[in-house]
């Protein structure tokens, strides 16, 4: 039976009061982000206990009514990889959702597959296969058809018994509260990277190998660019691509001609902010030594030695341990992550304590990590045919140097 689609604002505030009664409310968003600032919501589709519906934003005026049950905290929201969710809750009212399970992550929690799609989720949680999805479909052009539709719906219809089936495994492998716990880092971490957008300079491509007089340009032109993008809705790198800035931050060139010395700089939709970029330029060549920004250590790509060293050995550590316990090791921790743990474990003073020193990834992995580190575990090949071939085995305290 081909799903519905709600275009009056009544009918989606009727929705809305059902959906507030629902315990649990499965969410999904088609967007189009190529030619605006922010990605522009184009479709909601909702899936309850119930009814599957979608509804048509485009022809709404107020989806007030949707984010405040998303943000309260009696109903839970269930999103498959559900960043632009979140972040479409946050920049609508301001508030964050505070019961969101997100199913691709949970599944990284019990399984090493991550981050699967939701095709390749259905299929592995409940052996079902889906259309897939309409990959090449403009969502802001109406009118939809009953097959975008469609489609666009069944990213939602098995959300649910999904969820139901995660939490049942992750309460007999005692992994719940990792699930709660990793789903609200996860919205707090997209939050907290709104609030500190203006800082996001700092992970600009190849930007620790600038001088403190340069990283003051590089900032300056950042946030030139990031004001000019939201006047005009438009992406920021079709103002200025990220390359191109940190290399104008570099050379801090004097007039146009220099400008346009660097590789693609000719484009037409660079050329008509020239002047606009050599003024900023300018001004942040002005500003004094003592306002110049410096980046934290763990800023940028950059890897001592020894961190090299010690980062591959934890990862190898890492992958064998995830393995035994069948966990997604991308979940766990990245490389930057590991790195930050060998920081954080060679000097404790001047580094906050990074993801796998607290919390359940702590717990499960950081402590044996650290272990490794201290000299309180070694390693060994114990079958060299197994997934996880490696064991950790105890130190005696005479062989650690501990008596």
């Known amino acids: 039976m081909p799903f519905r689609i709600l275009t009056q604002q009544s009918d989606f505030e009727e929705l809305c009061r059902r959906m507030r009664d629902s315990p649990q409310v499965a969410f999904d968003t088609e967007f189009v982000s190529e030619f605006t600032y922010r990605p522009r919501l184009c479709l909601l589709q909702f899936a309850t206990r119930d009814e599957q519906v979608a509804v048509d934003p485009l022809e709404l005026h107020d989806l007030t009514p949707w984010w405040e049950i998303m943000a309260n905290e009696e109903t839970e929201i269930i999103v498959h990889g559900g960043r632009e969710e979140i ?5 609508a009212i301001g508030q964050p959702p505070r019961n969101l399970i997100d199913v691709q992550i949970v599944q990284g929690l019990l399984s090493r597959g991550f981050p699967l799609s939701h095709g390749a989720l259905v299929q592995k949680v409940l052996r079902k296969t889906v259309s897939g999805k309409e990959t090449r479909t403009d969502w802001a052009k109406r009118p939809l058809t009953t097959k975008q539709i469609d489609y666009a719906i069944e990213d939602v219809v098995h959300l649910i018994d999904i969820v139901e089936k995660q939490k049942h495994r992750l309460k007999s ?3 719940s509260s990792w699930a709660v716990e990793e789903c609200q880092e996860f919205v707090d971490h997209l939050v907290e990277g709104q609030k500190l957008r203006h800082e996001a300079w700092m992970r600009l491509p190849k930007i620790s190998r600038l001088q403190p007089s340069e990283l003051v340009v590089a900032r300056e032109l950042f946030l030139w660019r990031e004001r000019l993008a939201e006047k005009l809705d438009k992406p920021v790198r079709s103002l200025l691509r990220d ?7 570099h050379r801090q060139p004097h007039t146009q001609g220099d400008l346009l010395s660097s590789r693609d700089m ?3 939709g660079y050329r008509k902010y020239l002047g606009d970029m050599l003024q900023v330029i300018e001004q942040a060549q002005q500003i004094p030594k003592s306002q110049w920004p410096r980046l934290p250590e763990e800023a940028g790509d950059h890897w001592k030695q020894e961190e090299h060293v010690l980062g591959k050995l934890l990862a190898i550590a890492l992958a064998n341990q995830c393995a035994e316990l069948d966990l997604s090791p991308s979940l766990l921790a990245t490389a930057n992550d590991l790195r930050d743990f060998v920081r954080w474990y060679q000097d404790r003073n001047r580094h906050e304590p990074p993801k796998l ?8 992995c950081g402590q044996v990590l650290q272990d490794l580190l201290d000299g309180k575990v070694s390693l060994r090949v114990a ?3 197994s997934d996880h071939p490696l064991v950790f085995e105890r130190v005696a305290s005479s062989e650690a140097g501990l008596e």
């Open 87 to 91: 972040l479409f809750c946050w920049h």
């Open 266 to 268: 000719q484009r037409s």
């Open 383 to 385: 079958d060299p045919d």
């Open 243 to 249: 390359d191109l800035l940190v290399d104008l931050a």
């Open 357 to 364: 020193a607290s919390g359940w990834r702590y717990e499960t």
């Open 173 to 175: 492998c005692k992994r």
